[in-house]
């Protein structure tokens, strides 16, 4: 970067925002965020329940040792040590159904050894079957589902219906097996040393969001909450003037802008923008019981097949159940959900299924954008034929599934593309956002 730094606004500060402003804050760039919310954290953020009386996130959310963008995040900000995870690869599961058990246990190195070792795969089938589902996988056409390329395959209903719900919020019938397999090509493919589960340790705000505000205080950043963006005033082809609710706020020539606001968001604020348009809800239960509880298999999730709950999280006393793909079940009433999520975790963990215990049911209904082919299709760039405006999310196109290492990754590379504005060799864009 040559001469003075230019100020960046940014817009939106959930973790595309606050990734895109750390980037920036710690390159010395001036940064100013505006959150419409009275708190930071967008979809990914805790709270002190009073019911519970413990802070609870607003959802389980599992990363894997693979997600390099997100770690690098946490480091940046000094909360390298935010998350926690055993020791190694191991994704634990329990069939309803049928009461039995099993332990994914990819080994660490990129060949796949594990795949010949009954005791480390889905049981009912073979290596060859695992690795049959991979190269479909890998070889699906842009247009086509999870069960397009894997319905056939023994391993559907007991892994890759799973784990196309789990990592896309969309039922497999419905979701892009493209977005599907770059998640795994990063993580499983990588070897089990990127497939390290991990959560948070004290919960989202503690890992990911306090510490990003802490860093961008001390490193002169400003903040302004309860700022909600209606409108971009433009000329030529650039953002001029920022207006909100009260205020206008008018941009030097050499300034610019990163929307990182959810797509229904963008598309009142950019009324041209092309962006998915179809969402889908995760409904999680959190439920307070007498004692600490460990799941079984050795790492802080369950993965559950055959019920409506999908996967178990323990944090102390508290068991955490999230269904995702959960339209349906959200338009239910509290007391029904956390009725039927009790009783497959009491199925799953041999406890008495009629006391349900205090609880918390979240519904998050646009908790992401529906993972199709067709509306993965719809996602813009990070550039704008606006030269200024640059465009963030976990909605964008990050080549990822709407996850926490996408909207991070969408950060800093929103951040990338503002460093190197300047008007004097601005080159416009392809005209794909406005
Ligand atoms: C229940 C749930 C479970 C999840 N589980 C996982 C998981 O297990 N693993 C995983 O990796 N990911 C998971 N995710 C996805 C992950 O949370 C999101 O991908 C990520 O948080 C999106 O971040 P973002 O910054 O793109 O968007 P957001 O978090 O939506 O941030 C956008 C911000 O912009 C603000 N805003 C909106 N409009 C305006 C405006 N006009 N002006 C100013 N500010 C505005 C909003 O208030 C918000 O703070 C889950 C999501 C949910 C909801």
Not at 138 to 150: G, S, Y
Not at 233 to 247: I, K, P, Q, S, Y
Not at 305 to 328: H, N
Request: charged share 20%; aromatic share 6%.
């Amino acid at each position: 970067m040559t001469g003075a730094a230019r100020r960046v606004h940014i817009v939106g500060a959930g973790l595309a925002g606050l990734s895109c402003a750390v980037e920036l804050a710690a390159s010395g760039v001036p940064v100013t965020t505006y959150e419409a919310a009275g708190h930071a954290g967008g979809r990914c953020r805790s709270w002190n329940d009073r019911v519970l009386d413990k802070i609870i996130d607003n959802g389980n959310h599992l990363l894997l040792s693979g997600n390099s963008s997100a770690l690098d995040y946490l480091r940046r900000i000094g909360a390298g040590d935010a998350l926690a995870g055993p020791p190694g690869a191991v994704l634990p599961f329990h069939d309803l159904g049928s009461g039995e058990g099993w332990v994914l246990r990819p080994n660490d190195g990129r060949v796949p050894w594990w795949l010949f070792a009954p005791s480390r795969r889905v049981p009912g089938a073979g290596a060859v079957a695992h690795l049959k589902g991979l190269a479909a996988l890998a070889r699906a056409p842009t247009q086509a589902t999870v069960a397009d390329a894997l319905a056939r395959n023994p391993l559907y209903r007991r892994l890759w219906e799973p784990l196309a719900v789990a990592v896309m919020n969309t039922r497999a019938a419905d979701a892009s097996a493209l977005l599907l397999w770059r998640t795994v090509r990063e993580t499983l493919g990588a070897g089990g040393r990127a497939c390290r589960p991990l959560v948070a340790r004290r919960g989202l705000g503690a890992a990911f969001v306090d510490p990003a505000l802490r860093f961008l205080a001390e490193h002169g950043a400003e903040i302004r909450f309860g700022a909600r963006l209606q409108a971009v005033a433009a000329e030529g082809a650039r953002v001029a003037v920022l207006r909100f609710a009260d205020t206008d706020v008018p941009l030097e020539s050499d300034e610019s802008v990163v929307l990182a606001v959810p797509p229904w968001s963008a598309g009142e604020i950019l009324p041209d923008v092309t962006a998915p348009d179809r969402h889908h809800a995760i409904v999680n239960g959190h439920f307070r019981l007498d004692r600490a509880v460990e799941l079984p298999g050795g790492a802080p999730l369950l993965g559950l097949v055959g019920g409506t709950a999908q996967w178990l999280f323990a944090r102390d006393d508290v068991i955490s159940v999230t269904v995702s793909a959960a339209d349906a079940l959200a338009e239910r009433d509290g007391d029904a959900i956390a009725a039927l999520l009790w009783a497959d975790v009491a199925a799953a963990l041999n406890l008495d299924g009629a006391a349900v215990p205090p609880h918390r049911i979240v519904k998050e209904k646009r908790a992401t954008f529906a993972q199709t082919p067709d509306q993965a299709a719809r996602r813009p760039g990070t550039r704008t034929a606006l030269a200024n405006l640059c465009l963030a999310g976990d909605w964008t196109d990050t080549g990822l599934p709407a996850t926490i290492e996408g909207a991070i990754r969408s950060g800093q590379a929103a951040a990338g593309a503002v460093r190197d504005f300047a008007p004097e060799n601005w080159n416009p864009a392809p005209p794909c956002a406005t």
